[in-house]
């Protein structure tokens, strides 16, 4: 949006902007922020950045943890959250080691990396990605976890739990799984959709479409139009953004948990993938298979080899784990195929124009870091165009067959997903060299992210008794 300080400041004046609001991702990909009045606002911002500490966000050990942020000027956006007029822009990571520079681990920086090595290998010079938004939106939440007492609760008017409510029920109920794409009165959150949509359109994210999911009580999907990797990374924090606070403002809660309620759908970020060299797309082939050129199979062969290794950063959270499980049309088999919901990769059946082939990783959930997802997926597929990894014969497919109604001993030569966090964090650590080329990884960041994940995701869930258990084992 802007390319100077002065720009910035002479938009203040001119729109009576009184802050200016920092937003930095911390290592899990949740942003936190810092505001300074507008008229504090000046070069040395620029030159010195602003201090915090790097350990609150989980990159820097508690002893050496100063860090600073320079905002990112380009980024810059109205709040339209914040009662006073604010400015808001993203804040690129700098780490303090002898001089000012850029942080190896910040999210943000793994993006620009992985960019610039794509390009450095001359194989494309545009990582084109369109990821859908999957999410629940709840009218209330509530939850407590004490050594004696362990419960949640979510409600929806909509959901066919609530049929026999006795209070303001006007019926128009959507049952269990029975939400895709249902109209109104039954899509009672289609309005507030809409104005979501209508305010990221305002915010620079383009909105390819909006509808309700399959989840009967309050699924939901957006989908955005494509755009370069770290953009889209920029604008997958702020369509989150967007989507809580305007939930909030209307007195509804949006979640992009992957599995809130058992029984019905799971919310997924399922992510379209394209490369582009001198405007030209790479993976169309109009005699390839399902129209996709060469570069593409390789690039199809990188994700799945890769892709155990890959879900410690494209669905980081144990609850990842129970969404990716058969019979909810989420992929649990590592293969490829044409329209087919049952496999790892989809190849849409309906894209079929040069300019628009593409495919779609689906396993990945919107509990990751995105910078750290999109990157990483960028860099298994680029190992695989340049190590020639041919997914015939690695025996990823194609499957063009539901998987789940295959007989056992086929089901037995196609290889699953990992089964929970603890085990994508083992393949990442079995698997990680791919991430390292180019510097665009590093090997602390990976170390980190696998012990961050492993303490205080896997290990903490692991232990905690959970209330089936005493609905199972408490009168044995």
């Known amino acids: 949006m802007f390319n100077s300080v002065q720009e910035v400041k002479s938009y203040c004046q001119e729109n009576h902007i009184k802050i200016i609001d920092f937003k930095i991702s911390d290592l899990a990909g949740r942003w936190h922020h810092l505001s300074i009045p507008a008229d504090r606002f000046s070069e040395k911002v620029m030159t010195d950045g602003i201090g915090f500490d790097g350990s609150s966000y989980g990159f820097m050990t508690i002893e050496k943890s100063d860090m600073v942020f320079i905002p990112d000027l380009s980024t810059a956006f109205v709040d339209p959250f914040c009662e ?3 400015l808001s822009m993203i804040g690129n990571i700098y780490s303090l080691e002898k001089k000012i520079h850029r942080y190896q681990g910040d999210p943000r920086f793994i993006a620009e990396k992985a960019e610039k090595y794509m390009k450095e290998t001359n194989i494309a010079d545009q990582n084109i990605i369109g990821p859908e938004f999957e999410f629940y939106i709840f009218d209330s939440v509530s939850y407590e976890n004490k050594p004696n007492h362990m419960e949640a609760t979510v409600d929806s008017m909509q959901a066919g739990w609530n049929t026999n409510d006795m209070i303001n029920n006007q019926g128009y109920k959507v049952g269990h799984k029975g939400g895709y794409h249902v109209a109104l009165p039954h899509d009672i959150t289609h309005n507030l959709r809409t104005d979501m949509c209508l305010l990221l359109e305002e915010l620079g994210v383009p909105v390819k479409y909006h509808h309700h999911e399959v989840g009967g009580p309050g699924q939901v999907e957006i989908e955005v139009e494509f755009g370069t990797m770290k953009n889209m990374a920029d604008k997958t924090l702020l369509l989150k953004y967007v ?6 403002e209307r007195g509804k809660s949006a979640t992009f948990m992957p599995k809130p309620i058992f029984g019905e759908a799971g919310s997924g970020m399922h992510v379209h993938m394209q490369l582009f060299k001198d405007g030209k797309p790479l993976f169309y082939d109009e005699n390839g298979y399902s129209g996709l050129s060469q570069t593409a199979l390789y690039f199809i062969g990188g994700l799945l080899k890769h892709s155990p290794a890959l879900l410690a950063f494209t669905n980081p959270s144990t609850n990842s784990y129970k969404r990716l499980v058969p019979g909810y049309e989420a992929p649990v088999s ?10 790892v990769i989809r190849i849409p059946g309906y894209a079929n124009r040069p300019e ?3 495919f ?4 990945s959930d919107a509990t990751c870091n995105p910078y750290l997802a999109y990157s990483a997926m960028l860099m298994a597929g680029l190992d695989g165009i340049i190590n020639k990894i041919d997914p015939v014969a690695e025996g990823f497919g194609p499957y063009d067959v539901n998987i789940y109604e295959l007989d056992e001993e086929e089901k037995k030569k196609i290889k699953g997903l990992p089964k929970n966090l603890e085990e994508a964090l083992e393949a990442l650590k079995d698997d990680y060299d791919f991430l390292l080329q180019g510097g665009v990884f590093t090997k602390e960041l990976i170390d980190t992210w696998i012990k961050t994940k492993f303490e205080k995701d896997h290990k903490k869930i692991s232990i905690i008794p959970h ?3 005493f609905a199972m084992y408490y009168d044995l």
């Not at 989507?243 to 909030?248: F, P």
């Not at 779609?360 to 396993?363: D, G, K, L, N, T």
């Open 84 to 86: 006073v007029p604010t």
């Open 467 to 469: 209330p089936e258990e």
């Open 356 to 358: 628009n082939k593409r």
């Open 334 to 343: 590592i293969c490829y195929a044409t329209s087919n919901r049952s496999s």
């Open 360 to 363: 779609e990783f689906r396993p």
């Open 243 to 248: 989507v809580k606070n305007l939930a909030i």
